[in-house]
């Protein structure tokens, strides 16, 4: 019954490799958002979708594609992994207007 | 250009004693602020939030205080317990926003 799951929990790769996570949420909300808090902790948004259309996109390399096959899932796919990429990718949802976000409980992406 | 700062990373508070928890913000657009609690290991939990047209909301042992005025916020935990022990990030955006913007968080150690 969880409200917000991510897969995998742990993602271990080598630099230039393609590598996904999935985000699912059960909760019936139409908005979904990833963020990336990085080694200093920052918490920064990176996408949102309403519907399955791109609402949010901040300033984030397009090595990094999200993908929303309906409301309920919001994938992310990141190209030609480097380094930097390391870190721990949340996913979110909340209703639309709404402020209150779910989130997920990461995935920690290591580049080594 | 961090609009949301935190800027104590870390708290050790005795059991039983009030936890204070403080938040600046330099965007005036802001008029909506949430606290969100984050556990090792898992995603952040929506804690408590407030609006622009009040100045206090409180729900059981957590109170939120809003100083528009000062651009500060603070959360007010009491009586503090050991499971209150977790990193504290506070929120901010427009009400009603997908995009709200995060601070680093505190640390709360809360001691026997």
């Known amino acids: 019954d969880t409200a917000v799951s991510q897969t995998p929990k742990y993602l271990v790769t080598q630099m230039g490799n393609d590598k996904s996570i999935k985000c699912e949420q059960n909760l019936g909300h139409d908005t979904m958002y990833w963020y990336k808090q990085d080694s200093k902790k920052f918490l920064k948004i990176m996408f949102s979708?309403?519907?399955?259309?791109?609402?949010i996109n901040e300033t984030v390399p397009n090595r990094f594609s999200p993908k929303s096959p309906d409301k309920a899932h919001l994938n992310l796919h990141i190209n030609s992994l480097e380094l930097g990429d390391s870190a721990v990718y949340f996913c979110a949802s909340s209703q639309k207007g709404v402020s209150e976000q779910f989130f997920g409980p990461g995935t920690r992406l290591t580049v080594l | 250009d961090q609009q949301v700062k935190q800027n104590s990373p870390s708290l050790s508070v005795q059991e039983g004693r009030i936890s204070i928890l403080n938040c600046d913000y330099t965007?005036?657009?802001?008029?909506?602020f949430l606290w969100y609690k984050k556990y090792p290991a898992e995603g952040p939990t929506f804690l408590i939030s407030i609006s622009s047209i009040k100045d206090k909301n409180e729900d059981g042992r957590f109170t939120v205080f809003l100083n528009k005025s000062a651009k500060h916020l603070s959360l007010h935990i009491v009586p503090s317990q050991p499971g209150d022990s977790a990193v504290y990030f506070c929120?901010?955006?427009?009400?009603?926003?997908?995009?709200?913007?995060f601070g680093t968080g505190t640390r709360l150690q809360v001691f026997p």
């Open positions: 979708y309403n519907n399955k259309e791109l609402i």
């Open positions: 965007n005036s657009m802001f008029d909506y």
């Open positions: 929120a901010a955006g427009p009400y009603n926003t997908d995009k709200l913007i």
